[in-house]
Nanobody, 124 residues
Framework: QVQLVESGGGLAEAGGSLKLSCAVHGSIVRVLAVAWHRQVPGKERELVARMPREDYEDGLTTYSDSVKGRFTIAGDITKNMVDLHMASLKPEDTGTYYC??????????????WGPGTQVTVST
């Protein structure tokens, strides 16, 4: 089994910062990419940031326009640990943040794995 453990959510004031962490544990052989998504009740889940391995796809990190310049996804994907550094937070950043890992186990079949989510609340 593969488990994603998220940490670091909580309450922040507008203009403040938070860091979310995601660690991938279990029987995953290789993590190919890690992404953070967020969801607000009544809205579709939004891809916030994605970081592939340097040798996977084009190896380029991407961000949604809503967080570009404020959020940074970083970490050592070869060690299955990736963070999301969130700065200049806005109330509209409030939501449940989910870590997603794309990778494969011994079967070699690439699939997506999800964490349970961590709540981020930004107050005015």
């Amino acid at each position: 089994q593969v488990q994603l453990v998220e940490s670091g959510g909580g309450l922040a004031e507008a203009g403040g910062s938070l860091k979310l962490s995601c660690a991938v544990h279990g029987s995953i052989v290789r993590v190919l990419a890690v992404a953070w998504h967020r969801q607000v009740p009544g809205k579709e889940r939004e891809l916030v940031a994605r970081m592939p391995r340097e040798d996977y796809e084009d190896g380029l990190t991407t961000y949604s326009d809503s967080v570009k310049g404020r959020f940074t996804i970083a970490g050592d994907i070869t060690k299955n640990m990736v963070d999301l550094h969130m700065a200049s937070l806005k109330p509209e950043d409030t939501g449940t943040y989910y870590c997603e890992a794309e990778g494969y186990e011994v079967t070699g079949t690439i699939r997506d794995y999800w964490g349970p989510g961590t709540q981020v609340t930004v107050s005015t």
